[in-house]
């Protein structure tokens, strides 16, 4: 491979892109999305010591969710749409080889995503002035944002290498990132409530005085739908990475202050077991459980479900490099060379 090659491959991708005006109006209007939530999100934590930590996260995953939604549509076209208009095969007699055009196509798709990044930086800065954002919340968060990124412009050059058709290519990029964002909470929902099992909740009861009898339990049993079965189908969300491998920020209560930690807090309640529910009345300190200890006492998946995305992501695309080299043995039925 060629550095300069890749480059002026990507250059070129880019340049595409940027005489369209459709672009300007597309990063316009995410400007004027992420002004809406940032003023919201400030409404939201007016109340709290901590507003800018949650306006951050706020930020951060409104930048994830816009990238999951645009990006299918810039990069599952990027090598079928060239070969459909007939330019892929004049890159392809030039001295840039295989991997010069893939890595190109696929560095031009990492700065379309990272285009919405950078038009988020001063709405990230903006966050910063409500105080209580930690170093290593923003350096991690953002590092796990540009990760997500890379992964989903790689499905999308991946597929468009795979699938002859622009529209298709681009369509099964949009199910296969919709099936890694909403087909993991569905598969989360109907495998918990399909699983289910006995639960037994115990409290202490009640005399004829109404006075609470610490000397005995009552205890009844019922059905539960066991989610915590289930939960690791939710580590492969883009979401769920994201706030996982970001540090958590706590308040005094043990409670974390931002999105990020809300997730995580979610996803981490899920993996307790529902089977035994105690109430103790006559207990003298509360036994229910902080967000902290929640969290420090459950299993962290953002690694696994990192690289679930990476394996997935790089399959496609190790895909997509073989269909693109030259010369072809064999191409799909109706495919145009040049």
Known sequence: ????????????????????????????????????????????????????????????????????????????????????????????????????????????????????????????????VGGAADVSVLLVSLLVLIVEIIVVAAIGVGLSGLIARPLFSVATTYLVVAGLVIGTLITFALGGLAVRSEATSYSRPYDSAGNVDCERWDSYSYEVPRFDLVWWTLAANPFVVLADATPTEFSKGGNPIDLFGQIKLGVRMVQLSPLEQRWDECAQEDTSLTGREIIDSTVPSWFVGLGVQVVLAGSLFAGAWTRTRTPARRLPPGTRIA
């Open 1 to 128: 491979m060629n550095f300069s090659h890749i480059i002026t491959i990507a250059r070129l991708e880019l340049t595409q892109r940027l005489r369209s005006v459709g672009w300007y109006i597309l990063l316009g209007v995410y400007a004027a999305v992420l002004l809406g939530v940032t003023v919201l999100a400030y409404a939201v934590y007016s109340w709290d010591d901590f507003g800018g930590a949650g306006v951050f996260s706020i930020v951060v995953n409104m930048v994830l969710l816009l990238v999951v939604l645009v990006s299918p549509t810039l990069s599952g076209n990027t090598i079928n749409g060239d070969r459909d208009a007939a330019t892929l095969a004049a890159i392809q007699v030039t001295a840039a080889s295989t991997g010069d055009i893939m890595i190109g196509k696929l560095l031009a798709a990492v700065a379309t995503g990272g285009a919405f990044l950078v038009v988020a930086i001063p709405f990230l800065a903006g966050s910063l």
